[in-house]
């Protein structure tokens, strides 16, 4: 299994994700997606039908959703193992070093302060990997915006909509609404 990293942003502040990548002296060749970027590391490797056989990086930008909900980024060193590409190793151990620079506002160790969790819905508390905040995803966690995972379906978000309604908060836009 890869490496994934999580981390939450604004909208708008998550191209500083894609910027780190771009901005890397290796220069991968960036393939853009609706939902982000693929980062292929030609100098470290061919590519393989399998992913996992390949020197890529994936990122999935933060997007908005049902009005007030804001997904959770990821990025993910697809190599199984890491260690086949070094040098993409070596990238990645700069990658969570310069990620580690941010607060990590959730976490499953056992010594982790949760006073975040309150504001993480749907399957977003069922990861393994700790989720760090960049500046403008932090002060959008301290105002009180929502988080969710990106592959949260319909049913899980409207799930989360009620809830959020049940608590009183403005802007949610479910899908379906229970006639009445």
Not at 9 to 16: K, P
Not at 33 to 44: C, I, K, P, Q, T
Not at 108 to 118: G, K, N, R, S, V
Request: glycine share 6%; proline share 6%.
């Amino acid at each position: 299994m890869g490496t994934t990293y999580r981390f939450l942003a604004t909208v708008e502040e998550a191209s500083a994700v894609l910027d780190w990548f771009r901005v890397l002296p290796e220069q991968p060749v960036e393939r853009s997606r609706a939902d982000g970027s693929l980062f292929y590391f030609r100098e470290f490797g061919s590519l393989d039908p399998d992913a996992k056989k390949s020197p890529v990086v994936n990122v999935f930008l933060p997007v908005q959703k049902r009005g007030i909900l804001t997904t959770i980024g990821e990025v993910h060193f697809l190599a199984t193992p890491l260690s086949a590409f070094p040098g993409l190793n070596k990238i990645n151990k700069r990658f969570r070093e310069w990620l580690e620079d941010n607060p990590r506002v959730y976490s499953h160790h056992p010594d982790f302060a949760h006073e975040w969790d309150y504001f993480f819905e749907g399957s977003a508390k069922n990861w393994d990997s700790d989720i760090r905040a960049l500046p403008a995803g932090m002060a959008a966690l301290q105002r009180g915006s929502y988080f969710v995972a990106g592959d949260d379906n319909d049913t899980v978000l409207d799930r989360v909509c009620r809830t959020l309604e049940l608590r009183g908060v403005e802007g949610v836009q479910r899908l379906t609404k229970r006639s009445t």
